[in-house]
C-alpha cells in the first residue's frame, strides 16, 4: 500500500493562498498519478486537480481553474497543490490520492485506491 501525507492546511483570510504538499513513497510519482481531492461537511467529496504520471498533464476542476495549480517534485517525492485567491467555498479537508490506471489523469475518486488523511483548508474572515 502506498504511503501518502498531506499537510500545509490552516486557516486563511478570503483572497489569501496556502500550499497544500502530498508527501508520496520513493518512485511513486514514476508509475503513479496523484489527485487532490476535497469534502466539505455535508456535502460529497470532489475532485480538484490531477497530474498525471507519465507527462506530468494536469487536469483540474472548474471551480478552480486559474486559481489553483498542481505540480510535482519527483526528487522530493512530493506533488504540490497551489491555491490562490481562495474563497469561503474552498473551505474542506484536502485529501490526495494515487491511481495508475489510467494513461491520464482523472478527477472521480472511484479511481483512486491509496488515499491520505487528509489536511483542514479553512477560508474564513
Known amino acids: 500500500q502506498l504511503q501518502l501525507v498531506e499537510s500545509g492546511g490552516g486557516l486563511v483570510q478570503p483572497g489569501g493562498s496556502l500550499r497544500l504538499s502530498c508527501a508520496v513513497s520513493?518512485?511513486?510519482?514514476?508509475?503513479?498519478?496523484i489527485g487532490w481531492f476535497r469534502q466539505a461537511p455535508g456535502k460529497e467529496r470532489e475532485g480538484v486537480s490531477c497530474i498525471s504520471s507519465d507527462d506530468g498533464s494536469t487536469n483540474y476542476a472548474d471551480s478552480v481553474k486559474g486559481r489553483f495549480t498542481i505540480s510535482r517534485d519527483k526528487a522530493k517525492n512530493t506533488v504540490y497543490l497551489q491555491m490562490n485567491n481562495l474563497k469561503p467555498e474552498d473551505t474542506a479537508v484536502y485529501y490526495c490520492a494515487a491511481e495508475n490506471k489510467f494513461r491520464f489523469c482523472v478527477l472521480f475518486d472511484y479511481d483512486y485506491e491509496d488515499w491520505g488523511q487528509g489536511t483542514q483548508v479553512t477560508v474564513s474572515s
Open positions: 520513493a518512485f511513486t510519482l514514476d508509475y503513479y498519478a
